[in-house]
């Protein structure tokens, strides 16, 4: 089996390393991922200016392209250019993400995004994350990408993906497995200003989590919260089907 990882962390970020040596254990290992930090940039991809690949040494992958581009860059034009070199991808896997993707937040995610990439390029694809942005612990994070290779390649189609969501946690605390819905994942949130070396005032973007109190741990950011890692099936169809059953009443237009 042949699987494509990518990130949005770059290529030199530690979460990503942990993920092709566990996956290689299992499967020929392909790496496409930025040459630089691309955090929350959403399934942003470039138009209108060129990409750059490079080759770089990456242990325990068969093959590395550095991409000056977005995650869903990384996908969508590392899935073509094996293919152009002979090597048809089976699956598509990314991460480990340094940081949760829960709730609404997998709106901005790149890491979220280029696993919905690899969707798009119909393969089956999961995303994995550890719920900090600076992560210590790997381990259970490794063994659940794992899992879903193993278990999910075959049954898992290309119109869906799996987010899995890991505590920071070492493995043995860790309260269990929740197999959750999305929900909202709210913040105390700021712009603080800045004067830069110019003088210029800019605007930083900051903020803290809400915690939740009495929920239901069906929640990925309620089960998460409470020492659960969490595995959510994602579709990138955002239609409202409820919604569609009534609009054509309301007769917008007409």
Same mark, same amino acid.
């Given at each position: ?13 530690? +979460?990503?390393?942990?993920?092709? $040596?566990?996956? %290689?254990? $299992? ?11 691309? %955090?929350?940039?959403?399934?942003? /991809? ?21 991409? =000056? @581009?977005?995650?869903?860059?990384? *996908?969508? &034009? ?7 070199? !002979? ?11 340094? !940081?949760?993707? &829960? ?12 696993? /919905?990439? @690899?969707? /798009? #390029? ?5 995303? *994995? ?28 189609? #290309?119109?869906?993906?799996? %987010? ?56 990925? *950011? ?16 955002? =239609? ?12 917008? +237009?007409?």
């Amino acid at each position: 089996m042949n699987v494509l990882v990518a990130n949005d962390d770059g290529i030199r970020a530690e +979460g990503i390393y942990r993920l092709v $040596e566990t996956l %290689s254990k $299992e499967a020929d290992v392909y790496v496409s991922a930025p040459h630089i930090q691309r %955090s929350a940039s959403g399934h942003s /991809i470039s138009v209108g200016a060129p990409l750059e690949i490079s080759e770089v040494d990456f242990d325990n992958a068969k093959l590395a392209l550095e991409i =000056t @581009g977005t995650p869903a860059d990384c *996908v969508k &034009l590392g899935v073509k250019e094996l293919e152009r070199r !002979g090597i048809g991808i089976d699956m598509v896997f990314s991460g480990i993400n340094h !940081g949760g993707n &829960l709730g609404t937040d997998t709106l901005y995610s790149g890491t979220v995004s280029a696993a /919905i990439e @690899g969707c /798009i #390029c119909k393969k089956p694809s999961v995303a *994995v994350s550890v719920n900090s942005h600076f992560p210590k612990h790997f381990e259970l994070a490794c063994e659940l990408a794992l899992s879903a290779l193993q278990k999910a390649y075959g049954r898992l189609d #290309c119109h869906s993906l799996i %987010s899995i969501n890991v505590p920071n946690l070492a493995k043995a605390e860790v309260k269990g497995i929740k197999y959750a819905r999305l929900g909202d994942r709210e913040y105390k949130e700021w712009f603080e200003p800045k004067v830069n070396a110019d003088g210029a005032l800019q605007y930083w973007y900051s903020g803290e989590p809400v915690l939740y109190e009495g929920q239901d741990t069906g929640i990925d *950011v309620i089960a998460m919260q409470e020492g659960y890692a969490v595995i959510t099936p994602l579709h990138y169809d955002l =239609t409202d089907y409820k919604l569609l059953e009534e609009i054509e009443d309301w007769r917008i +237009g007409g």
